[in-house]
């Protein structure tokens, strides 16, 4: 299925890529047609030829017509992509009820919260990961460690140094 072949100028064998050019075009065309913005097109190409390779990596037989599976896994990853931003716009939803019920609305709101999330940016990756799925997201910290495979004690370290993180960041710019 896939073939080995050199490169320019280098003397080492590499794989070839599994989707041929027209391949490619066609999955690209199912991604744009199924509503994927352009800017996020080269990712679902890249995401369909890595479950090729993983399909062939597992040693299951190579797809009949690989032009037809690609673009049935693309149209898939479309679906995928929508039911995402459909989640992201309900969590969104959700937030913004929250924030109407416990906080004043106007300046002060807006303050504070571009000073939480100037704050999450500073923090640490693993910080702001468990930071969000427990006060966003709304996950218990035992569903955190579950979700991330580490120790509640973990998450809870984690949580309590970004919580004093954030907490020291909007003292500092008098914002609480």
Request: proline share 5%; hydrophobic share 40%.
């Amino acid at each position: 299925m896939l073939r080995r072949t050199t490169r320019r100028g280098q003397g080492d064998a590499v794989l070839d890529d599994p989707l041929d050019a027209a391949q490619e075009r066609r999955v690209r065309a199912v991604l744009a047609l199924g509503g994927v913005p352009q800017a996020d097109l080269p990712d679902g190409v890249q995401q369909v030829r890595l479950r090729l390779l993983e399909r062939t990596a597992s040693g299951r037989e190579a797809p009949r017509d690989v032009s037809a599976w690609a673009a049935v896994v693309a149209s898939n990853l479309a679906m995928d992509w929508h039911r995402a931003r459909h989640r992201q716009a309900r969590l969104g939803e959700r937030l913004a009820a929250l924030r109407q019920t416990d906080q004043p609305s106007g300046e002060e709101t807006s303050l504070l919260s571009l000073a939480v999330a100037q704050g999450l940016d500073e923090l640490p990756d693993i910080q702001r990961q468990v930071v969000v799925l427990r006060f966003y997201a709304d996950l218990p910290v035992r569903g955190i460690a579950e979700e991330l495979g580490i120790p509640e004690g973990t998450v809870k370290s984690r949580l309590h140094t970004a919580v004093r993180a954030l907490r020291a960041r909007l003292h500092e710019d008098e914002v609480v």
